[in-house]
C-alpha cells in the first residue's frame, strides 16, 4: 500500500515560517532606519562640534600669528630707537670732548677715545679686560682641541695605546 503523503500540516508550517520571516525582516528594516536617524542627529551634532572646535583653534592661530608679528614689529622699532639714542650720546660726548677739552692734546685723546676700535678690548677702572659681547657666534656644542691632539671625532680618541 502506497504511503499517503499528508501535506496539510507541513504547508502550514513552512507558511508560517515564511510569514515569520517577513514579519522579523520588516521590524528589521524598521528599527534600521529609526537607528540610523538617531545615529545622524547625533553625529551631526559631533560634526558640527568638531567642526566649531576646528573654527575656534583656526582663530586662537590666527590670532597668535597677529600677537607674534605685532611683537616682532615692536621689538624692530624699539631697536632702531635704541640705535638713534647710540649715535645721539656718541655725537653728545664727541661735541663735549671738543668743546670742553682745555687744550689740544686732551681733546686729541677724548676724541681717539670715542672713535676707538670696538675689536679693540675694553678695560675697568680696576685695569681688567672686560669681555665684549659683539660676535654673535652661536655657542659650540663641543670641547675646543689641541693642537697636538685628536678630535672628538677622531678614532684614535681615548683609545689608550701601549709604546
Do not use: C
Request: net charge negative; glycine share 6%.
Amino acid at each position: 500500500m502506497p504511503e499517503q503523503i499528508n501535506e496539510g500540516p507541513k504547508v502550514e508550517a513552512n507558511e508560517n515560517l515564511w510569514i515569520a520571516v517577513a514579519i522579523a525582516l520588516a521590524v528589521g528594516i524598521v528599527i534600521g532606519v529609526i537607528l540610523a536617524r538617531v545615529a545622524k542627529q547625533v553625529g551631526g551634532k559631533h560634526v558640527t562640534g568638531s567642526h566649531a572646535q576646528m573654527e575656534s583653534l583656526q582663530l586662537r592661530f590666527e590670532e597668535y600669528q597677529q600677537e607674534v608679528a605685532s611683537h616682532f614689529n615692536t621689538t624692530a622699532s624699539l631697536v632702531a630707537k635704541l640705535n638713534r639714542s647710540h649715535r645721539e650720546v656718541q655725537e653728545h660726548l664727541t661735541h663735549g670732548a671738543i668743546e670742553l677739552a682745555p687744550d689740544d692734546m686732551t681733546r686729541q685723546r677724548l676724541l681717539a677715545a670715542l672713535e676707538q676700535d670696538d675689536d679693540e678690548p675694553v678695560r675697568s677702572s680696576s685695569g681688567r679686560i672686560e669681555p665684549v659681547f659683539d660676535s654673535f657666534e652661536p655657542p659650540r656644542d663641543y670641547a675646543p682641541k689641541m693642537e697636538d691632539s685628536p678630535g672628538t671625532l677622531s678614532e684614535e680618541y681615548g683609545v689608550k695605546r701601549k709604546h
